[in-house]
């Protein structure tokens, strides 16, 4: 900015201004009011060795002295001397002392202003921009959530100077590499703010609020062959997702994916972007395919899936491989072709036996059970989960244990078979107790008591329809003994007899004593 141009336009400026108020300087004013002017411009960035300021000032008027006007080359080179100390000085110290004779001191005003100020004084006019509208919106945020909500007990960003401090320094580096056409450096600097800066779960909208800009910034990069471009698909794919937009974070992952495919570039943690944008599509198609099957659109559901374990098995992770088989099997089945259900949920079967993912095997073979047992192929069915069983014995999968023996236990009850069904279920009680999962524990109680339940009722309904005496007899000591079972009458009959002789011989040995 050049000051020769601007200068004697403000000069005139402020001599009309005293002309016009009948404000005569005194030599030492006039003085005063030079050095206050070249002050306030050479703070504000202006180059006075060209200006002539003065001129106006010391020119031959009636208020200026002729021997001032005959020392003005000398008058001037002392005014530059010291105006060029003093913006050395304060660059030296980085505004953090005296700022200016002529300027409020800085401890008077907020730690914000003075940030903002130090922004406007460096020239980052872009940064104090953005810094001012950030803290709108918190404000703003604040308001709309009321009192009472989560963030309105939390400190805004006025009042936390790390953040402060944090914004400035980033916003403004962003600021100067933008300047100087390094959108890599703008992009890195708007990174840093999002993803380590506002990390925490409360500063969740100031993250978001940085990857758009890094999203933007990225669209500008040309020289390091699209990798920050795909970064940052990634992180709006991430944030659309948690914000409920699955359509739109699945057009992300998949320009993420077409951005890093065949290429090696690799994260922190040592992944592929490829691998993790794999990873990202299998998940998101799932996801909509769960939606598409809510809505009875089976398929499209299965095309869906389809391209799920496609990029599970590019991914090359085999956990997501056996999830992808599983969900494409689920929706096989409800769509009404259950042989392709079980062919593929063989493979999910296969892949989880060699994880030894009890979780994923108790999923699979209760699919398994679930559509053998439609087709009426209960021996099948029995035979599956027999041979589970036996696998999670062997490996010592509690867990895997307890979801066989109820499956087991649910096909026997189910058949009629209440003590077969007591037995596994049982022992799925005993597995749970090595689990120390009360709540599991609790879960194979309520099926044994069922089981013995419908074993009970077995004997109980068989006296009903006998409709005899002697069957009326059972269910009449039944109900007085309560007992497991109905049992022999007689018996039932001599119990209570002698129950009755030891209440009336308590009651004479009560009577005696009284």
């Not at 078979?417 to 009360?438: D, G, M, P």
Request: proline content about 2%; charged content about 20%.
């Amino acid at each position: 900015m050049g000051g020769g141009g601007v200068f004697p336009s403000v000069s005139l400026f402020y001599q009309l201004q005293l002309e016009n108020t009948g404000i005569y300087l005194t030599h030492f004013q006039c003085i005063d009011w030079y050095l206050l002017t070249v002050a306030i411009f050479t703070s504000l960035g202006y180059d006075i060795r060209n200006c002539i300021l003065a001129e106006r000032f010391l020119s031959r008027g009636k208020n200026t002295p002729s021997w001032l006007l005959n020392c003005r080359g000398l008058f001037l080179k002392a005014v530059l001397a010291i105006c060029t100390y003093w913006v050395r000085w304060r660059t030296e110290y980085r505004f953090k002392g005296l700022k200016s004779l002529f300027l409020i001191p800085s401890n008077r005003n907020s730690y914000k202003k003075n940030i903002c100020i130090d922004m406007l004084r460096q020239g980052y006019h872009k940064s104090f921009s953005e810094l001012f509208t950030l803290i709108q919106k918190w404000n703003a945020l604040r308001e709309a959530a009321g009192p009472g909500s989560a963030i309105w007990q939390q400190k805004s960003l006025e009042e936390q100077p790390d953040k402060l401090d944090q914004l400035c320094h980033f916003l403004t580096r962003a600021e100067a590499a933008q300047r100087a056409g390094h959108y890599e450096e703008v992009y890195d600097n708007q990174l840093n703010l999002a993803y380590y800066c506002f990390s925490d779960p409360e500063d969740k909208w100031l993250s978001n609020y940085f990857y758009e800009q890094c999203f933007n910034t990225a669209q500008l990069i040309k020289i390091d062959g699209g990798k920050r471009e795909a970064q940052a698909h990634a992180n709006m794919g991430l944030i659309s997702e948690e914000q409920g937009h699955v359509m739109k974070a699945a057009e992300h992952y998949e320009v993420f994916y077409q951005l890093t495919e065949g290429l090696t570039w690799k994260d922190e943690i040592g992944h592929t972007y490829n691998s993790l944008a794999c990873e990202h599509l299998w998940r998101i198609y799932t996801l909509l395919a769960d939606k598409m099957l809510e809505n009875k659109e089976h398929q499209q559901a299965i095309k869906t899936l389809i391209k799920a374990l496609k990029m599970a098995k590019e991914g090359g992770d085999k956990m997501m491989e056996g999830e992808a088989a599983y969900y494409l099997s689920l929706a096989y089945h409800f769509a009404g072709e259950q042989q392709t259900a079980l062919s593929i949920l063989n493979t999910s079967v296969k892949i989880f036996t060699a994880l030894c993912d009890s979780a994923g095997l108790g999923r699979a073979y209760a699919a398994i059970a679930e559509i053998l047992v439609s087709q009426g192929k209960a021996a099948e069915t029995m035979k599956y989960l027999g041979e589970f069983k036996k696998v999670a014995e062997n490996t010592h999968l509690s867990q895997s244990l307890v979801d066989a023996c109820v499956l087991l236990g649910n096909i026997y009850n189910e058949r009629g078979k209440y003590s077969e069904a007591f037995e596994y279920f049982s022992q799925a009680s005993e597995a749970a107790k090595a689990l120390n999962n009360l709540p599991l524990v609790d879960e194979t109680k309520t099926y044994c008591g069922i089981a013995k339940a419908h074993k009970l009722m077995v004997a109980f309904n068989s006296h009903i329809e006998a409709e005899d005496p002697v069957s009326l007899k059972y269910l009449l000591a039944w109900k007085e003994n309560r007992s497991d079972m109905c049992t022999d009458p007689l018996t039932v009959g001599k119990t209570l007899v002698m129950k009755h002789i030891r209440a009336v011989l308590s009651s004479m040995v009560k009577s005696f004593f009284l």
